[in-house]
């Protein structure tokens, strides 16, 4: 297995552990491992640390935008190298949990919290070691939840995901084949050439239109004549038909008078 082969493994089974949608956990994982690259020892430390994470935000009953929103936070304040201000604020809101969490590894109190980051006293790596050192606890709690259908759903997306992803990288390739290049090129130039004979056709009809309108003088006898010798031919076919109709009744009602007849 390729190290992108095993990175996408990782942050596979920590998606379904949190029940996360793939693509968020993979973007929030490259997010963090970027602005806060010096933070953390490995790729794999980031994964665990944003599995933990998603999972106080689930115990918190965070929604996914919330969530998102907050770990987007998180990872800035990773960066600069210590929470506070706005992050601190977003996190609040969305998982009081997760604070608690590094109140409880400093030993301090819930509410000395935004005194002691105003004073830059949560740095980067306090906020890290503070979730590792509480993954028993966040786990027990995540996994005595019960599981929603919403959660559910993500499982089973992320699942079909990865289950569909040779085919569906086969069919990048494709798509990015100088063949299908040339292929898409040659149909994009005849749906041009029909679009123009559709063109030329609309306007030929345009133009018989407006010649008719023009010239309606001399084309209405011409049509009207052409219909009034319709009418009268088909005037002429009903009136034939009507008479052969009315002889062949009077041939089957002489026939059956012949054969009621007893001299016949």
């Known amino acids: 297995m390729s190290d992108i082969e095993l990175d996408e493994q990782l942050i596979h089974d920590a998606a ?18 970027t602005n806060a690259r010096g933070s953390f020892g490995s790729f794999g430390e ?12 689930g115990i918190a009953g965070a929604s996914a935008v919330e969530a998102s929103n907050a770990t987007i936070q998180l990872s800035q304040a990773l960066a600069s190298g210590v929470l506070r201000g706005d992050e601190l604020n977003s996190i609040f809101e969305q998982a009081q949990n997760l604070i608690s969490t590094i109140a409880d590894y400093m030993g301090e109190p819930l509410w000395a919290i935004r005194d002691l980051a105003a004073d830059g006293m949560i740095t980067a790596d306090i906020v890290k070691n503070a979730m590792f050192a509480a993954t028993d606890e966040i786990n027990k709690k ?4 019960p599981v929603t259908w919403s959660q559910m759903w993500t499982y089973f997306q992320n699942e079909a995901l990865r289950a569909f992803g040779p085919v569906l990288q086969k069919i990048n390739e494709v798509a ?14 005849a749906l041009y050439l029909i679009a123009n004979v559709i063109g030329y056709v609309f306007n030929a009809i345009v133009s018989l239109g407006a010649f008719i309108y023009d010239n309606w003088q001399w084309v209405a006898p011409i049509i009207f004549g ?3 010798a319709l009418l009268i031919l088909a005037s002429y076919i009903i009136l034939v038909r009507t008479a052969l109709l009315i002889k062949t009744a009077a ?10 007849n007893p001299v016949v």
Do not use: C, H
Request: charged residues 20%; glycine residues 4%; without cysteine.
């Open 176 to 189: 990015n084949s100088e063949r299908f290049k040339e292929f898409i090129a040659s149909a994009t130039q």
């Open 251 to 260: 041939v089957w009602a002489w026939n059956a008078a012949l054969a009621a």
């Open 226 to 228: 052409v219909g009034s």
């Open 46 to 57: 980031v994964v665990a640390f944003k599995e933990l994470v998603q999972k106080q935000f």
């Open 16 to 33: 379904q552990r949190s029940f996360s949608p793939f693509k968020d956990t993979a973007d929030m994982v490259s997010r963090i491992g």
């Open 142 to 145: 995540f996994d005595s939840m």
